[in-house]
């Protein structure tokens, strides 16, 4: 296989999981597998199915044992982190030459979906790294940038996506973070907030504004890393995603070479823009899988415990609710790769995004609420880990663009289409 030997050139493989996953995508690689629980898509190939299977071992076998402890200590297991990339699921997309698996986008998305199914803390630093950082560098980058970052994205170094502000969350483009040209140099100055994987990261994109006079096309996109000087103020104390970091970021006379802008000056809006859309599909498959972890742990119980003579899931009122779950979970999962492919075949999928991403946060809480429910007192307790997915569902309906905003979009497009 040629890729297979540009990868060899490329990277030493560190596993031999990562090795056969980037064989697989010679054919366009990393996949699902046939499991005993409820799935029934039929337009994964059969490399994406291999993919999901090789995902899923990775995600029980070394991601499952940690996840209470990394919950409980607020801290991801820097295990895990290495395991991302010694499983070459930190580039997904990136080209072999690059250090990538050079897959498809599809292929990120399994990859998110099936890490949640067990850890939503997890998912999201391999989610935010994929579909935001190495994709900024591979859409918008010079030649020389993709290839001084993204083998380092592809192999050890954790990526952070700076854009929201204290003062700029839904209203992304009001940001007071300033950068102002000195010589050879941009100087960076402000602050960031909410900031995923900050903690750990150590290549970061910044977003300021170099002209305020010009509002929003005064935004621009930064490369720097933690080395420059990036302070880390403070570390959120959070509901879910615990594991996962969320930082206030300060800079103070930040210096960043200006080699290290990212499209042109004053193009960050449209990045910002273009981005989060991938994003929001990101976010769609991490609910989905949170969905689908909640429902595997809990509805076994269901069948296991017995009242008054049969197991309390064959109840009406219990075998329905597992029911209506089973089918939010499948629409779901339906709208967020029908966003996915969309996006693959070079269609808008803004709409589509948008609305992958409300439905799935909305199944997602309701999914692991019930979850919680029907596994009554042992659900409410930290042991099973079944709240844990409820306390996690949380932030889905917030991140990467409210439900409000998600549906205001929706409304948008209706409109256009309707009057």
């Not at 991601?63 to 895990?80: F, I, L, S």
């Not at 591979?138 to 020389?144: Q, V």
């Not at 042992?378 to 409000?404: L, M």
Request: net charge neutral; hydrophobic share 40%; charged share 25%.
């Amino acid at each position: 296989m040629h890729r297979a030997a540009a990868v060899a050139r490329s990277v030493k493989a560190s596993s031999v999981l990562r090795a056969g996953l980037r064989q697989h995508a010679a054919a366009r690689s990393f996949s699902a597998s046939a499991t005993a629980r409820l799935n029934s898509l039929s337009t994964y190939t059969e490399d994406e199915e291999m993919l999901r299977e090789s995902v899923q071992r990775f995600a029980n076998e070394v991601v499952g044992p940690k996840v209470r402890e990394m919950d409980e200590n607020e801290m991801m297991d820097p295990a895990v982190i290495k395991g991302l990339f010694d499983q070459g699921l930190m580039g997904i997309e990136t080209s072999a030459d690059h250090g990538g698996s050079e897959s498809s986008f599809t292929s990120a998305i399994i990859a998110i979906e099936e890490l949640a199914r067990v850890d939503p803390s997890v998912s999201v630093v391999c989610d935010v790294h994929n579909t935001l950082v190495n994709t900024i560098f591979r859409k918008y980058g010079t030649k020389d940038q993709q290839d001084k970052w993204l083998p380092q994205l592809a192999e050890n170094k954790l990526g952070s996506f700076c854009l929201s502000e204290p003062a700029s969350g839904s209203d992304a483009f009001a940001l007071q973070t300033r950068a102002k040209k000195d010589g050879s140099n941009w100087i960076i100055n402000g602050s960031k907030m909410w900031i995923t994987n900050s903690y750990e990261a150590e290549i970061f994109l910044i977003f300021a504004n170099v002209d305020p006079a010009q509002g929003y096309k005064g935004i621009t996109c930064f490369v720097a890393t933690k080395d420059m000087g990036i302070q880390i103020a403070k570390k959120e104390q959070k509901l879910g995603i615990r594991a996962s970091s969320t930082c206030t970021l300060n800079f103070d006379d930040l210096k960043v070479p200006e080699e290290n802008v990212i499209g042109e000056v004053g193009k960050g809006y449209k990045i910002a823009i273009e981005i989060l859309n991938e994003g929001r599909v990101g976010i769609a498959a991490q609910m989905v899988g949170l969905a689908q972890g909640a429902f595997d742990k809990a509805v076994p119980y269901t069948y296991q415990r017995s009242q008054f003579g049969q197991p309390i899931g064959t109840f009406q009122g219990m075998a329905f609710s597992i029911a209506k779950a089973a089918v939010d979970i499948e629409s779901a999962r339906l709208l967020t790769y029908n966003a996915a492919r969309r996006k693959e075949e070079g269609k808008s999928f803004t709409k589509e995004a948008a609305m992958a991403k409300y439905w799935s946060s909305v199944v997602a809480q309701e999914v692991s609420g019930n979850a919680i429910e029907w596994a009554g007192g042992v659900g409410f307790t930290r042991e099973t880990g079944i709240e844990k997915y409820w306390r996690d569902s949380k932030i889905g309906a917030i991140y990467e663009g409210t439900s409000n905003i998600q549906l205001n979009t929706i409304a948008k497009f209706v409109q256009k289409e309707y009057s």
